[in-house]
């Protein structure tokens, strides 16, 4: 994972001047697949790795209320498995959602510290205003 995106960090930086790179999740998201089943990330280790992967020059963060997120994640998995693989499956994905709610959480943090610009949405709004808020970070952030 790590030569992958490393890859495409560098394949980025022969991009045109003034050419937006929209890269969506990466970094972040391929860090949280390290959650371990059942477990936790030390916090330590997550805010080491974000020290030291590249800075994004900005973050959209589309937030949701933990339980909202469940609640959607839950509605999505009705009929995808039997009862009890499905019980199962959601137990696990219910904590790799806590846990990557603080990981997403850290992460911000610490790329905020190092200079990224974070713009915060609100997932609980409309799907059009959602993506309406998003294209506006990515306007700010090209000016």
Avoid at 62 to 83: C, F, K, L, M, W
Wanted: charged share 20%; hydrophobic share 40%.
């Amino acid at each position: 994972v790590y030569r992958k995106l490393t890859a495409a960090w560098q394949m980025i930086g022969r991009n045109p001047p003034g050419c937006p790179i929209v890269w969506d999740e990466g970094w972040c998201h391929k860090f949280s697949a390290l959650i371990p089943l059942g477990g936790s990330l030390d916090p330590t280790e997550v805010a080491t790795y974000f020290e030291k992967v590249p800075c994004p020059l900005g973050v959209i963060f589309i937030e949701a209320p933990e339980a909202t997120i469940i609640d959607r994640y839950v509605a999505r998995s009705q009929g995808r498995h039997g009862d009890g693989a499905r019980r199962m499956e959601t137990k696990h994905k219910i904590n790799q959602i806590t846990q990557s709610i603080r990981l997403y959480n850290q992460a911000v943090n610490v790329l905020q510290k190092r200079g990224s610009r974070i713009f915060h949405i609100d997932g609980n709004q409309s799907a059009i205003q959602v993506a309406v808020d998003v294209q506006e970070a990515l306007k700010e952030l090209t000016r």
